[in-house]
């Protein structure tokens, strides 16, 4: 299983865009990079997941560069909501159960 | 959009005593998992579980722990001879049988060991 580092804790700012870089620098070929969404007391959040390049949804984009050892979780224009926990996970999605690093604390604030 | 369901959403027990959690995941989905997460920890595999049967375990599911799926909806995990060490959020998770599919959580168990 690949690990993943990711920073901590960040804090924005409401309406700004938040950047989240995980590093995967030992991602194996086969494997997707799934980036999830935690609040206290809730389960995981799915966000977006990809596998190279640029994928786009209505919450979030994710950049992931050619070589495949980094990448980044885009948020654009956050609010207070989006005070949560994110993780990054890589791995084989055909039955290869997570394993979950801390997450980056994303505090949004007014 | 279809969810993953857990209940109870809360569980106070005594030490020694089981407990069931009953997990229905989405559908159409098979492969099926169970994590826990101890108050202001990670996020913890417990065990797999496709085709009626484990498929992977974590070390923290030992002989305390099982699961089943009796009915082919719910998914259920039971802890035997709860220990205070075992208070913690109990996610259920499923998933779609095919490459790129991802892993859907529930809204958890909170299990509390008194």
């Known amino acids: 299983l690949a690990k993943t580092t990711q920073p901590i804790s960040m804090d924005s700012y409401e309406g700004q865009e938040v950047n989240i870089t995980c590093s995967h620098n030992?991602?194996?070929?086969?494997?997707?990079i799934t980036w999830y969404q935690q609040f206290p007391s809730q389960g995981p959040r799915f966000i977006i997941q990809g596998y190279k390049t640029k994928v786009t949804n209505e919450v979030a984009s994710l950049f992931i560069p050619a070589d495949r050892k980094s990448s980044t979780l885009s948020l654009p224009r956050v609010s207070l909501s989006d005070t949560a926990v994110y993780y990054c996970?890589?791995?084989?999605?055909?039955?290869?159960?997570?394993?979950f690093g801390p997450g980056t604390r994303l505090s949004v604030l007014p | 959009e279809p969810e993953v369901t857990q209940t109870p959403s809360h569980q106070v027990t005594q030490m020694g005593q089981e407990v069931i959690l009953r997990c229905v995941p989405i559908?159409?989905?098979?492969?099926f998992y169970w994590y826990r997460q101890i108050l202001g920890q990670k996020v913890e595999f417990l065990v797999s579980f496709y085709n009626n049967e484990i498929s992977e375990k974590s070390e923290i599911f030992d002989d305390q722990f099982s699961v089943e799926r009796p009915d082919g909806s719910n998914f259920t995990l039971k802890i035997r001879s709860t220990k205070l060490e075992d208070s913690a959020m109990y996610f259920c998770?499923?998933?779609?049988?095919?490459?790129?599919?991802?892993?859907?959580f529930g809204p958890g168990t909170r299990l509390l060991v008194l």
């Open positions: 996970l890589v791995g084989l999605l055909g039955g290869q159960n997570f394993v």
């Open positions: 030992n991602i194996a070929t086969n494997d997707y």
């Open positions: 998770a499923s998933r779609n049988r095919g490459l790129g599919e991802t892993q859907y």
């Open positions: 559908s159409n989905h098979l492969y």
